[in-house]
């Protein structure tokens, strides 16, 4: 299973909403990411979670809220964002190795438009 | 400061011709990948070349990187319709574990 998966597909949300984006992967992988994407702008790393734990934290607006509950799960958990976060979120995932990094697989996005 | 700059922005081809996009990027490196996204898409990864690497062939892909120049090709030979596309070249650091993405190419096939 070479996937990454992610829910929802798409998502509306108003600024006083709280929702969550997950994404998941059985390809054994313990490194996870998120990223977002603006239209016709490359994918902006936002969290790393190496070994289920935070590695990376690009200096992101407490609003976004990572979890990564377990090696096959990583959560974005949304609370009170502002229409410029409407984006595309995308997650991926990689196998660390000596500290290099590999090639990431990315899923399929989940496209949010906040209101 | 941006890894990794591309050119042309955008590129418009004929099916059958060859398609060339150039990225840039600032520091040293341990490896380059290329990755192509479909429109509003996830990400595929195409090719990863590491540092110590010249040129590598994947199919219709030919990839070269130059160190000195911190400099690396995709050509994609032979265009298809299905290769219209925006395509991105990604870095890290050497010692580094943040990939950081070029701004992208947008490749239009013309059937």
């Known amino acids: 299973d070479t996937e990454v998966t992610q829910t929802p597909k798409h998502l509306v949300m108003g600024m006083t909403n709280k929702k969550s984006l997950k994404c998941e992967q059985h390809?054994?992988?313990?490194?996870m990411y998120w990223y977002k994407q603006k239209a016709k702008k490359p994918p902006e790393l936002m969290f790393v979670?190496?070994?289920?734990?935070?590695?990376i934290n690009e200096s992101v607006p407490s609003r976004f809220s990572p979890e990564c509950p377990n090696s096959s799960l990583l959560n974005l958990h949304l609370h009170a964002l502002q229409p410029e976060d409407s984006a595309l979120y995308l997650c991926?995932?990689?196998?660390?190795?000596?500290?290099?990094?590999?090639?990431?697989?990315f899923g399929p996005g989940t496209r949010l438009l906040v209101l | 400061s941006q890894q990794g700059e591309e050119d042309p922005q955008a590129l418009s081809i004929q099916e059958g011709e060859n398609a060339t996009m150039n990225c840039s990027y600032k520091?040293?490196?341990?490896?380059l990948q290329w990755y192509r996204q479909n429109s509003g898409r996830g990400l595929v990864h195409l090719i990863l070349?590491?540092?110590?690497?010249r040129e590598k062939h994947s199919g219709r892909l030919r990839v070269t990187l130059d160190t000195s120049k911190k400099s690396s090709s995709l050509l994609i030979t032979a265009s298809r319709a299905a290769d219209t596309a925006s395509y991105f070249c990604?870095?890290?650091?050497?010692?580094?574990?943040?990939?950081?993405f070029g701004a992208g190419t947008r490749l239009f096939v013309k059937a």
């Open positions: 991926a995932s990689s196998s660390p190795s000596a500290g290099t990094q590999e090639t990431q697989y």
């Open positions: 390809m054994g992988h313990r490194a």
């Open positions: 979670y190496s070994y289920e734990k935070l590695s």
């Open positions: 520091t040293s490196i341990n490896n």
């Open positions: 070349i590491r540092s110590n690497e």
């Open positions: 990604a870095t890290v650091r050497t010692g580094g574990f943040k990939t950081i």
